[in-house]
């Protein structure tokens, strides 16, 4: 079942934005992950050329222009969601194999 959106803002640093869906590509539960939605909010398009070497992910790669102000970033962001469970991975983290399935095993202890 695809049931988990994962929201990945990035802003300017295609490179960061690269290890970060690196470690998307690896999960374990990748079977749930029904988009990952990468909104790029600084008006740099080589996260769009990131974005397109990975195929094998349900990308939906959003720019922003007139980039999102600070203030309204997040509710903005989380609107874009369209799955019912979220995860938000930011572009200079990166998640462990496991992160996704251990997250939603806890949810499923503790709704």
């Known amino acids: 079942m695809k049931d988990i959106s994962i929201l990945l803002p ?8 690269l ?9 374990t539960a990748s079977g749930r992950i029904g988009e990952v939605l990468v909104m790029e909010n600084g008006l740099d398009r080589g996260s769009e050329e990131v974005c397109r070497r990975f195929s094998n992910l349900p990308i939906k790669y959003i720019y922003r222009d007139p980039v999102v ?3 309204t970033r997040t509710t ?4 874009e969601a369209s799955l019912p469970l979220v995860a938000v991975l930011h572009d200079d983290d990166w998640w ?11 949810l499923e202890q503790h709704p």
């Open 19 to 27: 290890t970060a869906l690196e470690s998307v590509a690896r999960q």
């Open 69 to 71: 102000p600070a203030e």
């Open 76 to 79: 903005v962001t989380f609107r």
């Open 96 to 106: 462990d194999d496991f992160h996704l399935a251990r997250s939603v095993a806890s």
């Open 10 to 17: 990035t802003c300017r640093r295609p490179q960061l934005l």
